[in-house]
């Protein structure tokens, strides 16, 4: 039987979901992010499949979104992608160390993942944390530097308030740390897996797919992207299917 238990870790809004025999055992763990304008219980689907296979899944809610959302405008929140972002980060160093320190991770076998924001985030803390052994990333990007630029430059076409170029040269160099695609040799072997539609408009495939060819041929084994036509920005039971196999094939060889 699995159970979804809604938990503060480290203050921070979560579902927990395991097998409830298995509960408070050290386990492969996998902590895994919702997109832009999203919340934890978007990914109760993959989480449920995971913890049938013997996963712990842990389902945070970032910042100003879901438990954490409060009066926030849909403006404020645009502009604080990046920032959204970069919490997401330092949280899932706390995280982590909460799981740690609770023995509730079986031989470091920990994974991250995560759908679009959530994809963008596995891609940036695979530069910081060297723990991280396996990654699902679900239509998000390595690339920050020419994402940010995009997203940007679509907020000043769509909005009376303006990030002006002072603003954009201080958000882009400090992604820059972040950016996978241009420090290719952080993932360090690490598996890595995109699935993406091609016909995605709202972080488009292309920054992923360069990724992934420029570097398939250095880590043939564990660097893998599945693209799926006709599919535009929303997750697919073929997105579920390809993450589910990639932990339950990756993360446990750790």
Known sequence: MIHILNKQVENIPCLVVEKVELSNQPLPTIIFYHGFNGGKEDSLTIAYKLAKKDFRVILPDSVMHGERKKNSSQVEIELAFWDIVLQNIKELELIKFHLHSNNLIAKEQIGVGGTSMGGITTCAALTKYKWIKVAAVVM??????????????????????????????????????????????????RALQFWHGEDDKVVPMKFALDYYEKNKDSNVENLKF?????????????????????????????
Request: without cysteine; glycine residues 2%.
């Open 226 to 254: 599945v693209k799926e036509a006709g599919r535009a920005h929303n997750v697919s039971r073929i997105a579920v299917s390809e993450t589910i196999s990639w932990f339950s094939s990756h993360l446990t060889k750790q």
């Open 140 to 189: 998000g990007t390595p690339n920050l530097i020419d994402y940010a630029t995009i997203l940007i430059d679509e907020f000043n076409k769509t909005n009376e308030q303006q990030i002006s170029e002072q603003q954009k040269e201080e958000v882009l160099n400090e992604l820059k740390q972040y950016d996978l695609s241009l420090q290719p040799d952080l993932l360090n072997h």
